[in-house]
């Protein structure tokens, strides 16, 4: 009879252990079950944030390519209105040099009108002849000027033809480079030059075979020829002209500084020369 009690206390404990182990084991069965729900709605928002992030980032790249796109249309847009603008420059630079070429042109026919035999007195004294020959301008690109025999026969028969009468063929020559047959006119003007070596028009054929060569944007050779120019009539009245088309000349090579003191040099040698008046604006522009 005293081991009944024994056997029912041992009874109990191991009642109340197994009810403990089984309380035990739901409590961490329903802890996992909201780790694992705490894990999904913690995937589920970072695949919220992700696909919020994807939304931006596919915004952002559209912002920047329309951004692109604005200054892309911006750029074509001042392209445009340089394009205009340089269109209306080469517009004024070519109205200029037309006015410029028909100034010289008149100008040599007002001093033609001056020489013996025009109505006055010469305007175009050459210097005293240092040598008898006129100097051998050279074509474009360096290539000296070839005047055959029967070019310069042809020359003196059409001259002699007209009773001696040289400003025929300076006249013919300088036509070409009215009508901007500036290579004509090189050739022309240069067999003139071997025609008539001592003409009194001999500085103005040397002159328009560098306003020539300038036209035709051989601006080393036009130098050269105008050079040739100054040292053989100094003190003709095409010397300051040549002097000028010197400097305009650099500044089209872009040698400014070459300019500057081709046109000091011009305004005092020659002061009161019509092309010291056009040396000093064109000084000015540059300062």
């Not at 070839?146 to 025929?168: L, M, R, Y």
């Not at 305009?248 to 008046?277: C, G, R, S, V």
């Amino acid at each position: 009879m005293k081991q009944l009690p024994l056997i029912l206390l041992l009874a109990g404990c191991w009642s109340t252990a197994s009810f403990g182990g089984i309380f035990d084991d739901t409590e961490a069965r329903q802890m996992i079950t909201d780790l694992k729900k705490q894990n999904q709605e913690q995937d589920a928002k970072s695949q919220a944030q992700q696909e919020r992030l994807g939304k931006l980032e596919t915004q952002l790249k559209n912002l920047r390519i329309i951004e692109l796109f604005n200054q892309l249309e911006a750029t074509r847009d001042e392209v445009k209105q340089l394009r205009g603008q340089l269109e209306v420059l080469n517009h004024q630079i070519e109205a200029t040099q037309k006015r410029q070429k028909d100034f010289y042109v008149d100008l040599d026919s007002r001093v033609r009108q001056l020489e013996p035999g025009g109505g006055g007195n010469s305007a175009d004294k050459p210097a005293e002849p240092a040598a008898t020959v006129a100097p051998q301008p050279e074509l474009p690109q360096g290539k000296p000027v070839i005047v055959k025999p029967q070019d310069k026969q042809a020359a003196a028969s059409a001259d002699t033809k007209q009773g001696g009468n040289e400003t025929v063929n300076y006249d013919n020559a300088l036509g070409s480079y009215k009508a901007g047959k500036y290579e004509d006119a090189i050739r022309s003007f240069s067999v003139f030059l071997k025609t008539y070596p001592e003409s009194k028009l001999a500085a103005n054929a040397l002159y328009w075979i560098g306003m020539s060569q300038s036209a035709m944007r051989d601006y080393k050779t036009a130098i050269g020829t105008q050079q040739k120019l100054i040292s053989l009539f100094p003190d003709g009245s095409k010397a300051p002209d040549a002097m000028l088309n010197i400097g305009m000349n650099q500044l089209e090579l872009d040698d400014k500084k070459a300019a500057k003191k081709t046109f000091a040099d011009l305004i005092a040698k020659y002061p009161i020369a019509p092309a010291a008046d056009k040396a000093r604006r064109l000084q000015q522009n540059l300062k």
